[in-house]
């Protein structure tokens, strides 16, 4: 499983578009690139995947280069339900062990 | 269509005893997963069944053990119990169609468990 790299907290502001973006050099040919969303004491919640370009959906988008080796979450207008643990993985192919970073801890303020 | 339910939601228990965990996967999928999510260690993978059969498995000792039946149901037993298995322990399904599908996972509201 492609290693990810990921900041380990930002701070935002209501209404604000924040972008998280993910680094995963090693990623491989046929890795799809996942973010789910985290609240305390809940499990993990889908929120986007892509393979490259951009892809959006009614509460994100994706935008991956054409070298694939990062990949940007992008939350538009976010509001204070948006403080959570954002996680970034790449490649969910069976054969490995699937691996969650330590997520970006995203703070809304008011 | 239902989400993926677990049970119990909370459970205490006491060192040296046994726990087992229950997960019900979404209607229509075969892969069930277990992690186990700690505040300093994060979300780590126990293991993946899919059809019955273990397909994948973390870096944890045999006392943490499950199993799935034909439904797709699956159980988590974790025996002789140490303080450090306090944790919430979450269960996701997906469709489990093959080893190069790219497959998206959907996660349980999770069991705390807390041991004393």
């Known amino acids: 499983l492609a290693k990810t790299t990921q900041p380990i907290s930002m701070d935002s502001y209501e209404g604000q578009e924040v972008n998280i973006t993910c680094s995963h050099n090693n990623i491989a040919t046929n890795d799809y690139i996942t973010w789910y969303q985290q609240f305390p004491s809940q499990g993990p919640r889908f929120i986007i995947q892509?393979?490259?370009t951009k892809v959006t959906n009614e509460v994100a988008s994706l935008f991956i280069p054409a070298d694939r080796k990062s990949s940007t979450l992008s939350l538009p207008r976010v509001s204070l339900s948006d403080t959570a643990v954002y996680y970034c993985l790449v490649g969910l192919n069976r054969d490995d062990k699937i691996i969650f970073g330590k997520g970006t801890r995203l703070h809304i303020l008011p | 269509k239902a989400g993926v339910t677990q049970t119990p939601r909370y459970l205490i228990k006491t060192r040296g005893q046994q726990v087992t965990l229950s997960c019900s996967p979404i209607s229509g999928h075969r892969s069930v997963s277990w992690y186990q999510q700690t505040p300093g260690q994060g979300l780590q993978f126990l293991f993946e069944y899919f059809s019955e059969t273990q397909r994948n498995k973390g870096n944890f000792p045999g006392r943490f053990s499950g199993r799935q039946f034909s439904n797709s149901r699956s159980e988590m037993n974790v025996s002789t119990l140490e303080l450090g298995d306090s944790a919430l322990y979450l269960c996701a399904s997906s469709l489990g169609r093959g080893p190069l599908e790219e497959e998206t996972q959907y996660f349980g509201p999770g069991t705390r468990l807390l041991v004393l």
């Open positions: 892509g393979y490259k």
